[in-house]
């Protein structure tokens, strides 16, 4: 995935701007995050798109601070939950207090009330306190004793987790999980990039020097400039395609649901402003296919006793699925 908005090739000035801001942020995340352009990348992607984001990866390879990194580089509220057995739903969502002085309760609201919120380990706690994310992340609000309280937008939720076979976790339910539009890993750097991370984070502390790009009423206006990326009705028809091969595909016990298609055309629409189109191609598709359907699909269990992956199985279904042509 490349960002390169000098050859951009819009209709107009303002979809140029969008992808020059949307640079602005990727070089701010690369400042700290070294050698990891692509995933950077669809960090920015998720933030355009106005969607959630899993970073699931081993210890200590940058997962926090990758989150970290993208909330710093937009001037908006950010919360950090951390995800610890013991923590309850209200911890997240807020509770509300009897005021003496009003004779009423107040209520008072939890870290997910922010723009950004970093949840971190989240799957660390137990499936009901994660159950407490499915309205705030679907809706945007959260309904506290029989109220509901809105989340101001933009509004993003960036979560952390270890791998589900480290002990002391929980696996996060399907319904959680197709409520993020991308999961991502970081994975260990190359040489070159890990010596470069010893010598900034040995001598000092570039995340101190990280400081925001844009504000929060710009990450809206990109995210509206978003609806006015063309997606074709064959780039439609492939993204269906797609989503009824993950039903049909006998590797795969539970397919992609529709929520997985309008994650995926939102997505690559945000991938080609990046990319210095105002439409989408089938190249854009395919590139984000893994990231955004791999966590939504139930592996059957003779394809998880062969050792395949669902990203694995996301690949070799794109390779079954014709590419639609370019329109005439």
């Known amino acids: 995935m490349q960002t390169d908005t000098r050859s951009a090739a819009f209709q107009d000035e303002e979809m140029y701007e969008v992808a020059r ?33 899993i970073i699931e990866d081993y210890p200590g390879v940058g997962k926090t601070l990758l989150a970290k990194a993208l909330a710093r580089s937009v001037n908006c509220r950010f919360a950090r939950i951390q995800f610890t057995p013991d923590l309850l739903p209200s911890d997240v969502t807020g509770v509300s207090v009897f005021n003496q002085k009003t004779a009423g309760f ?93 010598q900034a984070q040995t001598s000092g502390d570039p995340f101190a020097e990280l400081a925001p790009v844009l504000g929060d009423g710009e990450v809206l206006a990109m995210q509206a400039a978003l609806d006015r990326v063309q997606v074709a009705a064959a780039i439609r028809r492939y993204v269906v395609d797609i989503l009824a091969a993950t039903r049909d595909s006998r590797d795969i016990y539970l397919g992609a649901s529709p929520r997985a298609g309008i994650a995926l055309i939102r997505a690559a629409k945000a991938l080609a402003v990046l990319r210095g189109r105002d439409f989408v191609v089938p190249q854009d598709i395919k590139d984000l296919a893994g990231r955004v359907l791999s966590h939504r699909i139930i592996l059957a269990p003779d394809a998880k006793v062969h050792g395949q992956s669902e990203e694995a199985a996301i690949v070799g279904l794109l390779k079954t699925i014709p590419v639609p042509g370019p329109e005439r």
């Open 21 to 53: 801001r949307a640079s602005d942020i990727a070089a701010n995340i690369a400042s700290v995050i070294l050698g990891k352009e692509e995933v950077i990348q669809a960090c920015v992607v998720a933030l355009l798109a106005g969607g959630h984001l």
């Open 106 to 198: 107040e209520f008072r609201p939890g870290p997910i009330f922010a723009n950004i919120v970093l949840a971190d380990e989240i799957n660390r706690s137990s499936p009901k306190t994660q159950a407490s994310l499915l309205e705030c992340m679907e809706e945007r609000q959260a309904t506290i004793d029989n109220v509901t309280h809105p989340i101001v937008a933009p509004f993003m939720v960036i979560a952390t987790q270890n791998p589900i076979e480290y002990e002391g976790t929980y696996p996060l339910p399907e319904a959680q999980l197709d409520r993020f539009m991308m999961r991502i890993s970081i994975g260990y750097p190359a040489a070159a990039a890990e010596d470069a991370i010893l």
